[in-house]
């Protein structure tokens, strides 16, 4: 959800397009989002104009707090996947005649 | 399509955001904002399940969860008293069963008030925990009160044995008597009025804490 919300910049997301973007549910996107807001991650605020004859609609974003704790989750994740890579890369292929024993 | 008429997702939506605590009231105006921009009957429905089913779980379900909890210790604090004067038949399970539910009441009020910031959602949790730990308690009294009367000869409450021959009916309404129902409700509702006041007023104190903890963190940052 952090690195979703990170991926949009300064911009602000809906609840519904951040349940479609990662495919998950609004059951599970708006406790997630409850709680990051509740322990500073997330900002929110409501529309400015609305569109006619519907409610406006509230918006979300990540506040410096999570947009910091997102950016080192990213280079957490991007170290992860460089390391499983070089490992791939540096492991050594198997002897011929010793695969299977 | 200015004027839309309600639908089932809609309604549905409305009455699961209904219970959500006062702190959250805002999420629940931001769900049911979001359904009114969806148009596909079919997402329409798909999102408020969802929606819906977080909000009662974090409206209902802790007055649901806590209460039951609530009944269930209860149960089991009836059961323990019992058992634990089973031997001796005496003195009775009256001066446990009083008090000791109270205390349980008091916590769970106290929890969920505390929680929630809410004293209403404290108040509400504590009356479902006192409505079914008074079945649970009734219940266990019951089936408890005949093993007494089968192998001591006295009443489960008060260890003191019948007039005459007691049959299984007098025993049980010797636990349901209306002197019994308004004791407990003399006991246990100020525990749990206590208890949903002193949540708020908990709840209320560590939210303004967090509020004061926060505001230093971004200022040192």
Known sequence: ?101 | MSHRRRDGADRLLATATAGLPASRSEWGEAMLAELASIDDPIARKRFARGAARAAFVRGYGIRVGFGMLAAVLVAAIALAASRLQLADGGPGVLPVTVPVPALVLLLAALVSAGRTRSFRIGMQTGLVALVAGFAALFAVLAVEGMVWMDLHGVFLLDGDPPRGVADPADIVFDVFTTGMWVGYVISWLPAVVIGAALGTWVGDRRNLADIRRNAARRRDG
């Open chain 1, 1 to 101: 959800m952090l690195l979703a919300l990170g991926e949009r910049a300064a911009g602000w997301s809906h609840g519904y397009d951040l349940c479609r973007s990662l495919d998950l549910k609004s059951g599970t996107v708006y406790p997630i989002l409850i709680r990051l807001a509740e322990r500073g991650m997330v900002e929110t605020t409501w529309e400015q104009q609305a569109a006619q004859g519907r409610p406006a609609r509230h918006l979300y974003r990540l506040s410096p707090a999570g947009a910091e704790f997102a950016a080192g989750l990213r280079a957490t994740r991007n170290a992860a996947s460089g390391k499983a890579r070089s490992t791939v890369v540096a492991a050594p292929r198997p002897v011929a005649g010793t695969a299977g024993t």
